[in-house]
């Protein structure tokens, strides 16, 4: 069966194992073949909070688009849209993300700068692909497009 024009969004909070750590707010949009998603920091103490933080964070602070690998074993070719010099996570991220699902992956990752130079940075980073993963993973078992 085709699935012309089939596009489907989502927006979810993303809470961290460790207790020390922000949640992330992870949007997705799955178009046939392709993820796009953003994830960014959220207050949760604010009502809409998943809602108002994909409104309030930045595209285009660390972008990236990334196609799966054409044979097995080969890498995924990617390339960043937009970076920032503090801010270089979304490349390697939907290379990793591409090979995994064998679909484009369109990533924005809007992490504070903050976290990103304290020794919390790799740890939120390791948060947003886990809960990324678990995501695409659940998404992917409900039965998307192929």
Not at 43 to 50: K, L, M, Q
Not at 71 to 89: E, I, M, N, Y
Not at 96 to 113: G, M, S, Y
């Amino acid at each position: 069966m085709a699935s012309e024009g089939w596009i489907k969004s989502q927006v979810k909070i993303l809470d961290s194992s460790d207790p020390s750590l922000p949640p992330l707010a992870l949007q997705v949009t799955q178009m046939l073949d392709t993820y796009m998603l953003w994830i960014g920091v959220v207050d949760t103490n604010v009502e809409g909070a998943e809602q108002k933080a994909v409104l309030n964070g930045s595209l285009c602070k660390d972008w990236a688009c990334a196609m799966p690998p054409r044979a097995v074993g080969a890498p995924s070719a990617a390339t960043s849209l937009f970076r920032s010099s503090s801010s270089d996570v979304a490349l390697s991220m939907a290379e990793r993300l591409a090979k995994r699902f064998q679909k484009q992956i369109f990533l924005a990752v809007d992490i504070p700068t903050g976290f990103l130079s304290l020794g919390q940075g790799q740890q939120l980073v390791f948060e947003a692909e886990k809960g990324i993963v678990t995501t695409l993973k659940e998404l992917e078992r409900d039965g998307t497009p192929k």
